[in-house]
């Protein structure tokens, strides 16, 4: 072969080489716009802009389908990595796979100039304003904390999953706060975990972190408990060190 007919073939070869992964990337990214484009799955993907997660019935009835083919789209959802689900307990939970998901759904929403409701929860105010799930704070208090804890670097996801580890950061802050960092890592439990919070569906913090956390705000009277229910009740002093200490506003 000659010089001239290899360079043509090699640049033939190149050149088909890269319409090849052209055509791939083209052909995936109109595989995920089918995803999203079908009205219930949109539907579906534009409830959970807002960073809650809802199960497939609240999915069902928000896009209008029955249960069984909510099914099957989140199953498509979940498949292009435009959904997750999170199981706990017997509860099933779907919410988007990363924020650039909601990227992609903000720019076309721009585009197309829709309105989206905003999510509205059915929790009793008391308690959702706070609570305990298990031995941990929950409600818009504890979903305050671990959004603050997370904007302070002193938590973070080391693997990219549920689990937290506390960051050198975040031991020295905790350990300010009155909270025995190495002694909650030490028990025969889960260290820190992001607990979906069922009234504000977001995360709250759980495990052993989660613990230490509530014992500390029940020690240092920022919470009492409600005798009758799960309810927390910040109390004045609880309010002030929250804002003082955490930055948290209730």
Not at 105 to 111: D, F, N, R
Not at 113 to 120: D, H, L, T
Not at 156 to 181: E, S
Request: proline residues 3%; hydrophobic residues 45%.
């Amino acid at each position: 072969m000659s010089a001239k007919l290899a360079v043509a073939a090699r640049q033939h070869f190149v050149y088909r080489q890269s319409m090849s992964v052209t055509h791939r990337a083209d052909a995936h990214a109109a595989r995920v716009a089918a995803a999203i484009g079908e009205p219930a799955r949109a539907s579906m993907l534009y409830c959970l802009v807002d960073g809650r997660a809802r199960t497939s019935t609240e999915l069902a009835l928000v896009a209008g389908v029955s249960p069984s083919t909510a099914s099957v789209h989140l199953h498509r959802l979940q498949a292009e990595h435009l959904t997750r689900l999170q199981v706990q307990g017997k509860h099933r939970y779907y919410s988007l796979d990363g924020p650039e998901v909601a990227n992609v759904l903000e720019a076309l929403s721009v585009l197309a100039g829709a309105p989206r409701s905003e999510f509205v929860p059915q929790a009793p105010d008391h308690l959702r304003a706070a609570r305990t799930c298990y031995d941990h704070m929950a409600g818009a208090l504890g979903v305050a904390i671990h959004d603050r804890l997370t904007e302070l670097g002193w938590i973070a996801t080391p693997n990219g999953g549920g689990g937290y580890d506390v960051t050198p950061k975040g031991a020295q802050g905790l350990t300010a706060l009155g909270v025995d960092v190495e002694a909650a890592r030490a028990l025969r439990r889960r260290f820190a975990f992001a607990c979906l919070d069922w009234s504000e569906r977001r995360s709250h913090i759980g495990g052993a972190i989660g613990a230490a956390l509530l014992n500390l705000a029940l020690a240092r009277k920022w919470v009492a408990r409600d005798r009758q229910s799960r309810a927390l009740l910040v109390t004045g002093i609880g309010h002030r060190h929250l804002q003082q200490e955490l930055g948290v506003r209730l």
